[in-house]
């Protein structure tokens, strides 16, 4: 028997998990009711140890192999939804205006529950399995958080692994990429103080939109004709306010956007090179130009070689070697499990949602998306696979 068989019978009840989560979203270290019924569950299926001290609404689970000692090994789940309103009208729709489950997190929690469940009653599995069930994933650092709030320190683990569906890739296919599979995020934030003025009479004021406007071509030019294009780098300014009417030169500008990059090292470079841009454009027009980063930034997501080795051989053992991709291309998306990756080891991987024939499937953070019930299964046998493994890939 599979591990995808011995998981048949309670498929139904991790269905309907999956649906409760759905129609209650919650967002960033609000998801006191999904805390609720992971604890629930956890207890539920026996986990030896279950810890709420993290991250607000964070939930830590402990279970202990049966084949005596081995390595610690994390799995992680985010559980936070976003502030979109839902457009469908299944009958596990959100019941919340302005919030839903449009990543799938909902998804991801089932999974690892469907997991803990089977791994608290086989334990066939040396060492033990740290759960981490993560708030707060979309923008607010929440893995940062759990480290800050001592999680690692509690329960120290040797590797750590987290899963993500993907619409676009074929339904339960995997993909994994030893190094960095996910970009840096960071917001960006620039001010302009000028002298406002009679829009007639511009010798009169000092315009910031035109510092603004210059700080906006040189970033374009700086990220063209400064960084190597085979090392990638997105800097996108998306919003650019000034002024209130017609006939009025304002004195303030505002610019705020987001940069991305796959190392720390370009990252960083990039930081020190926006400031340098802002303060002299402003400066070489006789104003005050400030460059301020957003309150939180995420790290590029590195996985390291033998757990990327360990994951793509847990999810080959799961369905086949020809629906796993072991070098997928990097994503400038970014996910803040790089937080942990950059304590301890580990490999961070996709899981695909499906395809449509027309190539029109929906993504992540559409309104109209749901998580594929069908990869429920799947990723449990993954993560369980993922510990059964033994010490054999390290």
Not at 160 to 183: D, Q, R, S, V
Request: proline content about 5%.
């Amino acid at each position: 028997m599979t591990i995808q068989d011995a998981l048949t019978p309670w498929l139904a009840d991790a269905i309907n998990i999956r649906h409760a989560i759905h129609r209650h979203p919650e967002l960033g270290y609000e998801e006191t009711s999904t805390q609720a019924l992971v604890v629930a569950e956890l207890e539920k299926y026996g986990v030896d140890e279950i810890c709420t001290d993290f991250a607000k609404t964070g939930v830590v689970g402990v279970i202990h192999g049966s084949l005596g000692d081995g390595k610690s090994i994390g799995l992680r789940a985010d559980m936070d939804a976003l502030p979109i309103h839902e457009a469908n009208t299944f009958a596990h729709r959100s019941c919340h205006d302005g919030k839903m489950h449009a990543c799938g997190h909902d998804g991801h929690t089932t999974m690892l529950l469907l997991a803990a469940r089977y791994l608290a009653q086989s334990r066939h599995f040396a060492g033990k399995v740290v759960l981490i069930f993560q708030p707060a994933e979309e923008g607010k650092a929440g893995a940062e958080t759990m480290i800050a709030d001592g999680m690692l320190d509690r329960f120290p683990i040797d590797a750590c692994y987290a899963l993500h569906n993907m619409p676009g890739i074929p339904e339960g296919h995997f993909a994994f990429k030893t190094g960095p599979i996910m970009a840096s995020s960071d917001r960006l934030f620039v001010t302009v103080d000028g002298k406002s003025g009679h829009a007639g009479l511009p010798h009169t004021t000092q315009d910031p939109l035109l510092v603004a406007t210059h700080i906006y071509q040189g970033i374009q030019g700086m990220v063209s004709r400064s960084y190597d294009p085979f090392d990638p780098l997105v800097v996108t300014v998306t919003q650019m306010h000034c002024g209130e009417t017609t006939n009025a030169i304002a004195d303030q500008a505002h610019m705020s956007g987001t940069f991305r990059a796959l190392s720390q090292q370009t990252r960083d470079s990039i930081v020190e090179r926006l400031e340098q841009l802002v303060v002299h454009t402003g400066k070489a027009h006789g104003m005050k130009a400030e460059f301020k980063l957003g309150p939180v930034s995420y790290p590029p997501t590195v996985n390291t070689e033998v757990e990327t080795a360990r994951a793509i051989a847990a999810a080959q053992q799961t369905v086949g070697t020809e629906q796993v991709n072991p070098s997928c291309e990097a994503m400038l998306t970014s996910e803040d499990f790089s937080f942990f990756l950059n304590e301890v080891p580990g490999c961070y991987g996709f899981i695909g949602n499906g395809t449509r024939e027309d190539g029109c499937h929906v993504g992540l953070h559409n309104k109209a998306y749901d998580f594929n019930d069908k990869l429920i299964p799947i990723g449990a046998a993954y993560f369980i696979n993922l510990v059964e493994q033994g010490d054999s890939n390290h």
